[in-house]
């Protein structure tokens, strides 16, 4: 009965090489995100899906393109992975409410090591 | 631009002590502002708060805004060992007509026993 998924938990790939992580959530929400969070444990937005229309979308490389297949699905695939790419990625998930900004679930994490 | 900061950065503390996690933010089109302990894996939630001046508690956690002064507490009284965790303030905002989070940089608390 796991909320909020992601796989792999853990990716370890030499640089240029491209990969994905994949994201589901079991919750009903109708918002996912994707998160970076460096080696200062500093957490920060990449995207937002609601309802697959992508509505927030970070100063990202654009090696990097989410893509959301259904509402409960948010994949991530980066192109020409660099060293600095190595990182935890969370993917999280709310309702969304147009007044307020809330609760946010997040899945485990996938930390990707690029060599 | 957009700023949270979080102090202090790390704390180490003995079982029994009272601690105090403070989060300034300046921030536009501020909604919320959310606390959150990540241990090994994903911050899970603690708090979220909206209004000035009304504290929210969850047994020995309690927390408080101040939109005035722009700031936070995190108060966990009588702590404990499972209580050593990264603690995150994430501050909710509206822009382009969707909310997002901005997180600052996380207090490390060590419990020892």
């Known amino acids: 009965d796991t909320a909020v998924s992601q796989t792999p938990k853990y990716l370890v790939t030499q640089m240029g090489n491209d990969k994905s992580i994949k994201c589901e959530q079991n919750?009903?929400?109708?918002?996912m995100y994707w998160y970076k969070q460096d080696s200062k444990k500093f957490l920060k937005i990449m995207f937002s899906?609601?309802?697959?229309?992508?509505?927030i979308n970070e100063t990202v490389p654009n090696r990097f393109s989410p893509k959301s297949p259904d509402k409960a699905h948010l994949n991530l695939h980066i192109n020409s992975l660099e060293l600095g790419d190595s990182a935890v990625y969370f993917c999280?998930?709310?309702?969304?409410?147009?007044?307020?900004?809330?609760?946010?679930?997040f899945g485990p994490g996938t930390r990707l090591t690029v060599t | 631009e957009d700023k949270v900061v979080q102090s202090p950065l790390s704390l180490v503390v003995h079982e029994g002590d009272t601690v105090t996690l403070n989060c300034s933010y300046e921030?536009?089109?501020?909604?919320?502002l959310l606390w959150y302990k990540q241990e090994k894996k994903a911050p899970t939630f603690l708090f979220m708060l909206?209004?000035?001046?009304i504290e929210k508690k969850s047994g020995r956690l309690s927390s408080i805004l101040d939109k005035k002064e722009l700031f936070s507490i995190l108060n966990i009284t009588a702590t404990q060992t499972g209580d050593s965790a990264v603690y995150l303030c994430?501050?909710?905002?509206?822009?382009?007509?969707?909310?997002?989070?901005?997180f600052g940089q996380g207090t490390t608390l060590q419990v020892k026993p």
């Open positions: 999280a998930s709310s309702l969304r409410d147009r007044g307020s900004v809330g609760e946010q679930y």
């Open positions: 919750l009903g929400h109708d918002t």
């Open positions: 899906y609601n309802n697959k229309e992508l509505i």
């Open positions: 921030v536009t089109n501020f909604r919320s």
């Open positions: 909206t209004s000035s001046g």
């Open positions: 994430a501050v909710g905002k509206f822009s382009s007509n969707t909310g997002k989070l901005i």
